[in-house]
Nanobody, 119 residues
Framework: QVQLVESGGGLVRPGGSLKLSCAAS????????LGWYRQAPGTKRVLVAS???????NYEDVVKGRFTVTSDNVNNMVYLEMNNRKPEDTAVYYC?????????????WGQGTQVTVSS
């Protein structure tokens, strides 16, 4: 079964930077898309950024120009570099991947990593 593990969360001051990493492991034949989502207390989980195997990238409007998503397709990794952090960026950040595992489609989530922006 494909597993996703996020790392890099923590406390950062407003205006600071943080980089999240997500590693996908398992019998992966191919990955169609990788994405980062976030969920603040009392809110729905929303897409922050995503990248497809063709290189198409999407960002949530409020993070455009501040966040950058990149992927390492050889090692099945996805990263989210977050600059100029704001308190409203505080949330649990989740990694998501969908693709092909041994001829079967998968759509899996990581366990999440807490990011807190506070002075």
């Amino acid at each position: 079964q494909v597993q996703l593990v996020e790392s890099g969360g923590g406390l950062v001051r407003p205006g600071g930077s943080l980089k999240l990493s997500c590693a996908a492991s398992g019998s992966i034949f191919s990955i169609y898309a990788l994405g980062w989502y976030r969920q603040a207390p009392g809110t729905k989980r929303v897409l922050v950024a995503s990248v497809t195997s063709f290189g198409k990238i999407n960002y949530e409007d409020v993070v455009k120009g501040r966040f950058t998503v990149t992927s390492d397709n050889v090692n099945n990794m996805v990263y989210l570099e977050m600059n100029n952090r704001k308190p409203e960026d505080t949330a649990v950040y989740y990694c998501r991947a969908d693709g092909d595992e041994r001829g079967h489609d998968f759509d899996n989530w990581g366990q999440g990593t807490q990011v807190t922006v506070s002075s």
